[in-house]
């Protein structure tokens, strides 16, 4: 039996329907001004309590919290292989769901000793980080190397001691970590090793609270004047 146009449109639309990923629902997170977009409620109690978590470190080290409504959505996929993405000036987050995110972690990794639920944690709030600091001074074109610095700053804050411990066992925290060393080639290159650095860094400040507050103020300007990577 010969189909129709309008038939053969319908059976297409059917089959899309079939193969596509169930509807995403929302919630707002309790007591925060942060919807998160979700397909399982594991998703959404991990970015609540990550969200939670994020405000408290804020708080105790004197940073600032988000001050506009949020939105965070979990997906399956991100452009590049990134692991999460806040939208500059979007008030929009987007972090892959933690199986996927466990899969895509090198095994050696400097985050390799975290279950899923806690990789997926600490990343959102290095996104976190990025989106309660979002225009943070820079008298260059770009500057990279200050944002990251707080937002894996705050990540690796994000952890219990015992973890710290253990990722602090990839790096030697007395050798004295300089900006130098904190170049956004080191950045781009090998993010591991510039989170190391980075928290080493940070650990050898009198007052580490202080430093990030300054970093964030304009006070202190670790970024160099560097071309833009196309």
């Not at 059976?11 to 929302?26: E, N, R, Y």
């Not at 399956?76 to 995110?101: F, R, W």
């Not at 985050?111 to 899923?116: D, E, N, R, T, V």
């Amino acid at each position: 039996m010969a189909l129709h146009g309008k038939e053969i449109a319908i059976m297409i639309t059917g089959l899309a329907l079939l193969s596509s990923p169930a509807s995403s629902k929302t919630r707002l997170c309790e007591s925060e001004n942060v919807t998160v977009s979700f397909q399982l409620e594991e998703h959404a109690e991990l970015v609540c309590k990550g969200v939670r978590k994020a405000k408290v470190l804020s708080e105790n080290c004197g940073m600032p919290s988000l001050s506009t409504p949020l939105r965070i959505d979990v997906v399956e996929d991100l452009i590049g292989d990134c692991l999460g993405q806040y939208h500059c000036g979007g008030n929009l987050i987007e972090i892959i769901s933690p199986a996927v995110m466990q899969g895509r972690g090198e095994p050696d990794g400097v985050f390799a000793h975290l279950s899923s639920g806690k990789y997926f944690q600490s990343v959102l709030i290095h996104e976190l980080a990025h989106a309660a600091t979002d225009g943070m001074p820079c008298p260059f074109d770009f500057c990279h190397v200050g944002p990251e610095y707080v937002a894996y700053s705050m990540q690796v804050m994000s952890l219990s001691r015992e973890e710290q411990m253990l990722f602090e066992q990839s790096i030697d925290m007395d050798h004295l970590i300089s900006v130098e060393h904190l170049h956004p080639l080191v950045l781009f290159m090998a993010p591991d090793v510039f989170t190391q650095r980075v928290w080493a860094h940070l650990k050898q400040r009198e007052a580490p609270c202080e430093f990030l507050g300054q970093l964030i103020n304009g006070e202190v300007i670790i970024d160099f004047e560097t071309v833009e990577p196309e």
